[in-house]
């Protein structure tokens, strides 16, 4: 076997090296509030990660802590470090983040309300300097993957339903030509069968794009479908990881995410369930 060069050794090292590695965060609100609590997790190259938990566990914190988003709301990450692509990216800002392919889809179908569904997209590809027949090309592929938004393309985005606004915001973060999106509740407000087809469309962007995926979610069961590897925040922390098919089956998880159990129902106050629960917190 020829030996490993220097050079060689290094390139399988960034190979192996995680896309996003956040490392023990530690977030305060107003110089007082503690939100999060020693928050790691990673994020591989090409992958998708779940980020569970209810509402208020942390979710929205973490991600807006990856894409340095917190100062608006006057929030600082105090601890800890954020590593994106091999580089620390925790002091950088927002736009320096999107121009290095970080793109973060926030909760609630951010639209520009007064802008039609295709100035909308193109918003999203304002960062780009890589020529007009490349934006061209992937406003086409947007359009390939939401077919209903090139048939209202020159609808205004406030009058679009719930759906279509969630379809062009995810529409929009593909046009910055993105290597990692950041997602923050995309099945919120949404019917049952919009969840699948939203969730679907980004298992395929997952799939057929090679974009890597962070998933904030408190559909857990619609989250644990399409990811790799999952998270559960409770208050601030990560109580639990592990691979996706393995959370499915995790007892603990069926009983306290998915609604289900394998007795028979019971309630918060039984002994038991909160033995469980106090022994995973």
Not at 69 to 78: I, M, Q, S
Request: one cysteine or more; charged letters at 30%; proline letters at 3%.
């Amino acid at each position: 076997m020829t030996p490993q060069t220097g050079q060689q050794e290094a390139e399988a090292a960034d190979t192996d090296r995680p896309l996003l590695t956040v490392n023990n965060i530690e977030v305060i609100y107003d110089h007082v509030i503690l939100v999060l609590r020693g928050v790691s997790l990673e994020v591989p190259e090409g992958g998708i990660v779940a980020l569970l938990g209810a509402n208020g566990a942390g979710k929205t914190t973490t991600l807006k802590a990856i894409s340095n988003l917190l100062g608006a709301e006057r929030g600082e990450v105090t601890k800890g470090s954020i590593d994106c692509m091999g580089e620390r990216v925790d002091r950088l800002s927002p736009n320096e983040l999107v121009k290095r392919g970080v793109i973060q889809i926030m909760e609630g179908r951010h639209c520009f309300e007064h802008l039609t569904v295709e100035e909308n997209l193109m918003s999203g590809a304002y960062t780009r300097r890589d020529g007009r027949a490349n934006v061209a090309a992937d406003l086409e592929k947007v359009y390939h993957y939401f077919p209903r938004l090139k048939e209202r393309r020159t609808a205004q985005a406030g009058y679009t339903s719930g759906g279509e606004q969630q379809m062009t915001a995810i529409g929009r973060a593909l046009m910055a030509n993105p290597r990692m999106i950041l997602l923050d509740e995309p099945s919120m407000g949404l019917a049952p069968q919009l969840v699948e087809e939203i969730i679907g469309i980004v298992r395929d962007l997952n799939r057929k794009e090679g974009v890597s995926i962070l998933l904030a979610e408190q559909n857990t069961m619609a989250a644990l479908k399409v990811a790799d590897y999952g998270y559960i925040l409770e208050t601030g922390r990560v109580v639990m990881d592990g691979k996706a098919e393995d959370l499915r089956e995790n007892e603990d998880v069926k009983e306290f995410y998915l609604g289900l159990s394998s007795g028979s129902r019971r309630s918060f106050r039984d002994i038991k369930h909160y033995r469980r629960r106090k022994r995973w917190l």
